[in-house]
C-alpha cells in the first residue's frame, strides 16, 4: 500500500498546521530540478545506480564481517566462525547466506572514521567531510542527485521516515548540507508489511492511492493544500507541487514504491521485517531508474530499545540482540537482495555498499557488549564493475587497526562517484570530496 | 526440502521422502499448530501456570516491544500492559500466581527487572547501578523466593538473584564471557544456562546455588536458551548446529538429541507447556514470525529417542 494519507508530522505537542509548514520547507526539491539547479546531465559510469545500505549506528566488525576466532576471549565475543563461498575468508556464524555469496562481492575490512560520535561520524561518513565555515558538505547522494536528472522519479531516495540521526537530532550530513535541501534526499519508509508511507506527501488527510486516480479530486486537494501555503507567503511551495504531483499522477512513478507488485514468493525472500522489505524497495528503485537509493537500517527500522539501539548501536547486549535479531535480519534481507540484484541482471549496472559510520570496541567492555570504535570497520561492495570475492585491506589481530592503508569515508564517497561517472575533473568542479582517492583495489 | 506442515499450507512431497522422514523424526508425525498469524517479530514466549495462555513479547506496535497474552482456546490477543510506554521483554510467571515479572527499558539502553504482586498490587524494581546495564531472561524460583536473570552489570555478564522486593543480589556466576539465559530445574534444585565462558556459546547446569557446574553441550556452532521440561527429563534449547537456528530436545547429559523443528527458516525461544507434552517456539516461516505449538508425545518416548540418537 502506498500511504501519502494521515499527515504525521509530530511533536511532543502533536500534530499540527505549523508542523506541516515546517515539513514543507525541509521537502525534497531535488528531482525536477530547474535548470539552474542542475548542473546537467552526465554520462553514467558502470553505476547507473547505488544502493547503499546504511547500517546506523556502528555495527560490530568483529562480530560480522572480521571475526578474530584465535583472539582472547574477552576480544572474540561467543561466537563462532563459518567459511564463505571464499577460501580462507570467515565470517561470523550469524552470516551463512552472506557467506556463501562472497565470491559475489568483496570486502573491506580497512576502514576508518575520524570521529567516535554518531551525529559526526555519520556525516562525514555520508558525505566524505566535515563540516567548514561553507557549511557542511553535501551527502553523497545530493551529489548523484545534482548530476542526475529525473523527471518522474526523485534522484536520491532514502528509505526511512526521516533524516537519520540519534536522540539529539538528525545528522547533519543526511542530505544537501551547504547546497541547501533542495539536494535533500527523498524520503520513504517502508514497514514490515511493506506498506510505504512518504512523510513529505502526507499533506491532506483522507488522500490515499485510489483517490490519487481521482485526479480532479487530487487537483482540488492540492490546489486548497497550495492555497493555504501560498496565504504564508511560503516560496518552495511550487517546486513541491510540482513534484508532489509529478509523482502522485505518473502511475510508473507510483508503481515503483509499490510492493505489492511483487510476487509473494519474492517478498517472503526478503523477510517481513522493516528492512527486509526496504531492501526489496531499493531493488524496485533502483530498476526503476532511480540513481541513488539508500537503504537504512536506522532509528526506525526493527527498535528493540527507545532511546538508544539507533540501529546498531548496540551498547547493552550486543551478543544477543545480534544473535536473537540483527544478524538474521540482515543475513535474510542483505542476501537475498544480492541474489536478486544479480538474477534480474541488475548487478551489471548497480554498486551495492553495506556500511555503518564505524565498529564497535573489540574489547567487550566491562558490561559484556561492545561500543565505538571509530579506528576500524568493515564494508561490503558488490556489482557495477567491482572485482567479486576480493578481501581489501587487513586489520590487526584484535581488529583494533588497520595494518594496510585506512580507507577512509572520503574514499568510500569518490569511489561511489568515480563509478557513476562522476569524474575527478567534475567533482572538482562541484567542489566536493578534494581529498578523496578511488579504491582502485576494488575494481 | 520443505520439512514443515501448518494449517494453512499443505505441502506435497514423494511418499518414500516422507516415510524417511517419519522414521528420522518422530516429530513429523504431528505437525506443529500455528498460534499466531500476524507475523510480527517475538521472543520468549512463556505459558501460564494453568497452561491456557501464552505470554510473549512482540513487536506488534512500532518501534516498541509489549507483552500480549495469548487465550490458547480461543486465539484472542490482549496487550498485558496496554498503558505502558516502554519496551516490555521476557516476562514470566511464579508457581503461585501471584508474582510475576519482566524486563523493562529505562530512559537509558538499560533493562530493569519488574517484579509485580498481585495480590498487593505493587511493583518493585531492580536496576543494575550501570546505566547501560541490563535485565534479561527472568525465573523464578520453584520455592517463590527469589528470581534468578541474566544480569550485564559491573563484573560482566553472569547469572544473578534478588529476592522479590527486588533486592540482596546475589552473583551466582563469576566467568568470564557471557552467561545468561537461566531456567530451573522443576525441582529447584539446578539451574540450565548458555554461557560463552569457554569461547562459543554452550548449555550449562549447575546447582542452584551456583556450585557443581557441568557443560551440557559441547558444539562449534552456538547453542542458547534452554528451558527444563516440566518433569526435568529434558532440555529444550535453541542451536545453529545446523547451520540455521533449530529447536533441539536433550537430555542432561548432553545425548539423546533430537531435532524438533527441523526447518530451513528460524526457530527458536522454546518454551514447555506445563503438561510437559507440548513446547511452543517463535519460527520464521516465509519469512514471517509468528507462534507454533510442537507435540512431543512421540518425541519424549525414550525408546524413539535412543533409536534417533542411534
Known amino acids: 500500500m502506498l500511504d501519502v494519507g494521515g499527515f504525521s508530522t509530530r511533536t511532543c505537542h502533536g500534530h499540527s498546521r505549523r508542523a506541516f509548514l515546517r515539513t514543507a520547507s525541509s521537502l525534497p526539491l531535488t528531482w525536477g530540478l530547474s535548470p539552474a539547479l542542475s548542473t546537467g546531465a552526465i554520462n553514467p559510469g558502470k553505476a547507473k545506480s547505488i544502493l547503499l545500505v546504511w547500517l546506523w549506528g556502528g555495527p560490530s566488525h568483529l562480530d560480522m564481517f572480521d571475526p578474530k576466532p584465535k583472539a582472547p576471549l574477552e576480544y572474540r565475543g561467543p561466537f563462532s566462525t563459518i567459511s564463505t563461498a571464499t577460501p580462507g575468508l570467515r ?52 551529489i548523484v542527485a545534482k548530476k542526475r536528472i529525473s523527471e518522474t522519479l526523485p534522484p536520491f531516495v532514502s528509505l526511512a521516515d526521516g533524516p537519520i540521526g540519534d536522540g539529539r537530532g538528525p545528522m547533519k550530513g543526511y542530505g544537501g548540507g551547504s547546497w541547501g535541501k533542495a539536494f535533500d534526499p527523498f524520503m520513504v519508509h517502508c514497514s514490515e508489511q511493506g506498506s510505504i508511507q512518504i512523510p513529505a506527501l502526507k499533506l491532506i488527510d483522507g488522500l490515499n492511492l485510489g483517490r490519487l486516480d481521482e485526479r480532479k479530486t487530487l487537483l482540488k486537494d492540492l490546489d486548497e493544500l497550495r492555497r493555504q501555503v501560498d496565504a504564508t507567503n511560503f516560496g518552495p511551495w511550487d517546486n513541491l507541487y510540482h513534484q508532489a504531483y509529478g509523482l502522485l499522477t505518473s502511475s510508473d512513478a507510483r508503481k515503483a514504491f509499490q510492493l505489492s507488485e511483487e510476487s509473494e514468493a519474492t517478498r517472503e525472500s526478503y523477510g517481513f521485517t522493516s528492512f527486509g522489505q526496504s531492501c526489496l524497495l531499493g531493488r524496485r528503485l533502483v530498476e526503476s531508474g532511480i540513481p541513488y537509493v539508500q537503504v537504512n537500517w536506522s532509528q526506525y527500522v526493527e527498535v528493540l530499545y527507545p532511546f538508544s539501539d539507533y540501529g546498531w548501536d548496540t551498547h547493552a547486549d550486543n551478543f544477543e540482540l545480534l544473535a536473537e535479531w540483527h544478524l538474521p535480519i540482515l543475513d535474510r534481507a542483505f542476501s537475498t537482495l544480492l541474489r536478486d540484484l544479480s538474477n534480474r541482471g541488475l548487478l551489471e549496472t548497480t554498486l551495492v555498499v553495506c556500511i555503518g559510520e564505524f565498529g564497535r570496541t573489540p574489547r567487550i567492555n566491562s558490561i559484556g ?25 587487513e586489520s590487526d589481530r584484535y581488529g583494533e587497526h588497520p595494518i594496510t592503508d585506512p580507507v577512509t569515508p572520503a574514499t568510500v564517497g569518490t569511489t561511489m562517484l568515480e563509478l557513476s561517472g562522476i569524474s575527478s575533473r567534475e567533482r572538482a568542479e562541484l567542489k566536493v570530496l578534494p581529498e578523496g582517492r578511488v579504491l582502485h583495489e576494488l575494481l | 526440502m520443505f520439512l514443515y506442515n501448518d494449517s494453512r499450507t499443505k505441502p506435497t512431497f514423494p511418499i518414500a ?12 508425525t504431528s505437525p506443529p499448530k500455528q498460534l499466531t ?59 503461585d500466581g501471584r508474582y510475576w515479572c519482566y524486563a523493562r527499558s529505562a530512559s537509558s539502553p538499560q533493562l530493569q527487572l519488574v517484579i509485580r504482586d498481585t495480590h498487593e498490587n505493587t511493583e518493585a524494581i531492580f536496576a543494575t547501578p550501570e546505566p547501560r546495564g541490563t535485565v534479561r531472561h527472568p ?14 552489570g ?29 531456567e530451573y530445574s522443576f525441582d529447584g534444585d539446578k539451574l540450565v544456562f548458555t554461557s560463552s565462558r569457554t569461547g562459543n556459546f554452550e548449555i550449562y547446569s549447575m546447582l542452584a546455588d551456583g556450585n557443581k557446574l557441568q557443560m551440557i553441550t559441547n558444539n562449534p556452532a552456538m547453542d542458547l536458551h534452554p528451558s527444563w521440561s516440566p518433569d526435568g527429563k529434558w532440555i529444550a534449547f535453541t542451536t545453529l548446529r545446523d547451520g540455521n537456528y533449530e529447536v533441539y530436545l536433550m537430555n542432561e547429559q548432553g545425548t539423546n538429541l533430537v531435532n524438533v523443528t527441523n526447518h530451513h527458516e528460524r526457530d527458536q525461544f ?37 533409536n534417533v540418537d542411534k
Open chain 1, 91 to 142: 565470517f561470523s556464524e550469524l552470516l551463512p547466506k552472506t557467506a556463501s555469496l562472497s565470491n559475489d562481492f568483496s570486502l573491506v575490512r580497512s576502514h576508518i572514521n575520524h570521529s567516535g560520535d554518531h551525529l559526526l561520524a555519520g556525516s562525514i561518513g555520508l558525505t566524505g567531510g566535515e563540516e567548514s565555515l561553507g557549511g557542511h558538505p553535501p551527502n553523497f547522494g545530493s
Open chain 1, 369 to 393: 557488549s561492545r561500543d565505538h570504535w571509530p579506528q576500524c570497520y568493515s564494508s561490503i561492495w558488490a556489482g557495477a564493475g567491482v572485482q567479486p570475492g576480493r578481501t581489501i585491506g
Open chain 2, 17 to 28: 521422502g516422507l516415510l524417511m522422514l517419519i522414521l528420522v523424526n518422530p516429530a513429523l
Open chain 2, 37 to 95: 498469524f500476524d507475523g510480527k517479530k517475538k521472543l520468549s514466549p512463556i505459558f501460564t501456570h494453568s497452561g491456557k495462555h501464552l505470554v510473549f513479547s512482540t513487536h506488534s506496535l512500532p518501534n516498541r516491544v509489549t507483552l500480549e497474552q495469548l487465550v490458547l482456546a480461543t486465539g484472542k490477543r490482549t496487550r498485558l500492559l496496554p498503558n505502558e510506554t516502554a519496551h516490555q521483554w521476557d516476562v514470566t510467571f511464579s508457581n
Open chain 2, 139 to 152: 525465573t523464578f524460583s520453584p520455592d517463590n523466593t527469589h528470581i534468578v536473570f541474566g544480569l550485564s
Open chain 2, 154 to 182: 559491573p563484573g560482566g555478564h553472569q547469572i544473578a538473584s534478588v529476592n522479590l522486593q527486588g533486592q540482596k543480589l546475589r552473583k551466582l556466576t563469576a566467568a568470564p564471557g557471557i552467561n545468561t539465559g537461566p
Open chain 2, 270 to 306: 522454546s518454551a514447555w507447556h506445563p503438561n510437559g507434552q507440548h513446547l511452543v517456539t517463535v519460527s520464521e516461516r516465509k519469512g514471517r514470525f509468528d507462534l507454533y505449538l510442537h507435540d512431543l508425545h512421540s518425541l519424549t518416548n525414550m525408546d524413539a529417542l535412543r
